[in-house]
């Protein structure tokens, strides 16, 4: 069954978004549906204040623009309010315990709270102790929410997702992880593309490979070839600091006017933004007609709505 043919259900079984592990394919169709439903809503200017009166918190201790920008306009678009907190401002910055915070935020009667963070672990342990939904914005291993936002640009993009080739090129990082899953619990065929050294989690790739079709290469005409979306993401994650080797190692998975030849006539290329030009692609790539890029920004936005709606939400 592919997405376009799902008939959703209106609810998910899960209280949290830590990553895409334990979601089933059901689980992200349904996400997907509701996304598509909101982003309707929201380009005819009808109000859909699904979770009125519902507070979001936004624990921050890495910098954004895109999750910053798109979890606060959407919560206030679903009628619900954002708090901005920073690691900077809190006081679990400060060596108070992610068990403390959690239990102080629960008993404020927070509804959700958004974390982009460090280590997956933090994450866990603030949806452990916490009452309330947790939405993983991203860690060093995972980034699901950006992850649901690229399979539903390539859903507008062709129409379904059964048999659709992702080729990523670049560090087997957290995106890596993230697209392997998603990719494979919805039928598409996922193609990481890294050199030794710098593919993605064992681990995380073998799981992934449980669900679906995923590979990992070091060629970059294998991964290219017969591909209908082209992905990459920045050479050095936030925090990382500049590694001469490192980009040296990463600088022939390039994306660039000579990998686009080897793809599908249609591809299109893809970025989670923010891009380094010059670096994982060129300018001729990123500001091409087959660049979705934009688009795929704007797509946090309605997918992070769903997600909190399915799990914010009244449960049905």
């Known amino acids: 069954m592919d997405v376009s043919s799902y008939k959703p259900k209106g609810r998910i079984e899960h209280k949290h978004l830590l990553n895409l592990l334990d979601y089933s394919t059901a689980d992200i169709y349904e996400i997907l549906h509701l996304a598509s439903a909101l982003k309707n809503s ?35 678009q679903l009628g619900g309010k954002a708090l901005f907190l920073s690691s900077n401002d809190i006081q679990l910055g400060r060596g108070e315990t992610i068990h403390d915070t959690a239990c102080v935020l629960s008993r404020y009667g927070i509804d959700g709270v958004m974390i982009r963070t460090f280590k997956q672990s933090d994450v866990e342990e603030l949806a452990a102790c916490g009452d309330f939904a947790v ?125 686009l030849a080897l793809a599908n006539k249609d591809a299109v290329f893809m970025h989670c933004l923010p891009a380094h030009r010059g670096e994982e692609v060129t300018e001729d790539v990123i500001d091409s007609t087959h660049s979705i890029i934009f688009q795929q920004a704007e797509n946090r936005l309605h997918v992070q709505k769903a997600v909190m709606c399915l799990l914010m939400g009244k449960r049905k």
């Open 42 to 76: 929201f380009y005819k200017g009808k109000k859909h204040e699904l979770l009125k009166g519902k507070t979001l918190a936004m624990i921050f201790a890495k910098s954004s623009t895109r999750t910053r920008v798109s979890f606060e306009m959407g919560i206030n």
């Open 135 to 259: 939405i993983n914005g991203l860690t060093d291993d995972f980034h699901p929410c950006q992850a649901l936002a690229d399979i539903f640009t390539v859903y507008e993009t062709y129409g379904h997702l059964n048999g659709v080739k992702l080729a990523y090129f670049g560090d087997g990082n957290n995106m890596a992880h993230s697209l392997m899953l998603a990719g494979a619990k919805t039928g598409m065929n996922v193609c990481i593309c890294s050199p030794k050294g710098f593919q993605p989690d064992p681990e995380i790739t073998a799981a992934a490979q449980k669900f679906g079709n995923v590979t990992v290469t070091d060629s970059v005409e294998e991964a290219a070839s017969g591909a209908d979306a082209l992905y990459t993401d920045v050479f050095f994650s936030m925090g990382q600091a500049k590694d001469p080797e490192k980009e040296k190692t990463l600088m022939p998975y390039q994306v660039n006017s000579d990998v």
